[in-house]
Each structure stands twice: as C-alpha cells, then as structure tokens.
C-alpha cells in the first residue's frame, strides 16, 4: 500500500526528474524546469506552509517514489485544489487512486470538507481519473473541466 511521504530538501531530486519527464508531462502539454536553485524557495513556500499539504506518493515495498499527491488552497476561488501526478511507468497501477484517497484523509484530518481539481478537457485519462475517483464536473472554463468532491 503506498504512503504519503513530506519530501526533504534532498529529495526534491525526484520532483525535479519527474517535471522534466515528457511522457510524465503530456497531461500538461510541457514538461517544467526545477533547477536546484529553486528548491529551497520550493520548500519554504510549498511543502513547510500551512496553505500547502504537499506529499510524494511513496511505494514502501519497492522503495521509489511513484508520484505527487497535494492540495493547496486557492485564495481566489476560496476553495482547495487537488492535484495528483503519476510518474508515466507506474501508471495504471493503482499509486494514482490510492494517493488521492490518503490526500483525501489528510484534508479531513485537517478540517477540510470538499476538495477541487481541474483537468485539460483534452486530457480524457485525466478527466476519467477525477471522475472513477469520486469528482462530480461542476464546469468547463478556459479549456479546463472543473470538479469537486466532498468528502466524508
């Protein structure tokens, strides 16, 4: 069973290999740079703040990272988005469901009653994901399908 893990400084390695991943990426239609340089500012706006809850889904049983599980609040839309990202090869596999289940424990344990995602509406894998996982489409804007889901 996978866990979520707080990532190190040092371990921003695997976020940095992940992002630059074009098989990883497609679902963003570009891969993103993360130069090291970046990674202390990463840490202290991201992972150590109290908008953020930002995780690596870990695979305890072959010892690897298999992905990204976060959600963050939006300041604008007054809600909290959900994100997952599976590296291209451990796709399918079930790393996907099972870290958005435990991002999904977390933000109850946290006070949070609802989370959001969106998703590019071209990317169908994606928008299947969010809806086989429990998200109900509340819209459509700027090429994005929005969803939502409460939680219990």
């Known amino acids: 069973m996978p ?15 992940l992002l630059r991943n074009t098989r990883t990426m497609d679902f963003n239609h570009e891969t993103i740079a993360f130069p090291e340089e970046e990674w202390q500012k990463f840490m202290d706006e991201v992972v150590d703040c109290k908008c ?9 049983g072959c010892g ?3 992905g990204i599980a976060l959600y963050r609040y939006d300041c604008k839309k007054k809600v909290y988005f959900a ?8 796709r399918r596999m079930g790393y996907g469901a099972a870290g958005l289940k435990l991002l999904e424990a977390e933000a109850v344990k946290n006070g949070i ?7 590019f ?10 809806e086989k996982n429990g998200y ?7 090429g994005m ?6 939680l219990q």
């Open 52 to 60: 953020y809850c930002y995780r690596f889904i870990y695979c305890p």
């Open 3 to 17: 866990e979520l893990i707080k990532p190190t400084y040092e371990e921003m390695k695997y976020r940095q290999k």
């Open 113 to 119: 009653d609802e989370l959001h995602t969106f998703v």
């Open 64 to 66: 690897d990272f298999r």
């Open 136 to 142: 109900i489409k509340e819209y459509e804007e700027d």
């Open 121 to 130: 509406t071209d990317y169908a894998e994606g928008n299947h994901f969010a």
């Open 83 to 90: 994100h997952i990202t599976v590296q291209a090869d451990a």
């Open 145 to 150: 399908n929005y969803f939502v889901k409460k």
